[in-house]
Nanobody, 116 residues
């Protein structure tokens, strides 16, 4: 079982910045990707960003140019830098890991609230 610990959420005004962090426990199986999803009230959980084992990033269109994902899968850490935040970015952000068996693990979530 892999445990994920997230931190860095909070309340920020529109146009502000936050940085989320996620640290994972060691796993018997290697990870294929680490990333972030978010879920706003009344909406389905959606993909935000992820990096693969080669460090290649992938972003949802809604955050391209504003969010930056970084980290090191081999070191079990991933970060999400969020700039120019908008009220629509308000959500609970979840760290996600997919291992080589395609088993997914989720963090407990961290709240990000952007006020207008």
């Amino acid at each position: 079982q892999v445990h994920l610990v997230e931190s860095g959420g909070g309340l920020v005004q529109a146009g502000g910045s936050l940085r989320l962090s996620c640290a994972a426990s060691r796993s018997t199986f290697a990870f294929n990707s680490m990333g972030w999803y978010r879920q706003a009230p009344g909406k389905q959980r959606e993909f935000v960003a992820a990096i693969d084992r080669g460090g290649r990033p992938n972003y949802a269109d809604s955050v391209k140019g504003r969010f930056t994902i970084s980290g090191d899968i081999a070191a079990y850490t991933v970060y999400l830098g969020m700039n120019n935040l908008k009220p629509d970015d308000t959500a609970v952000y979840y760290c996600n890991i997919a291992d080589v068996r395609s088993v997914q693990y989720w963090g407990q979530g961290t709240q990000v609230t952007v006020s207008s």
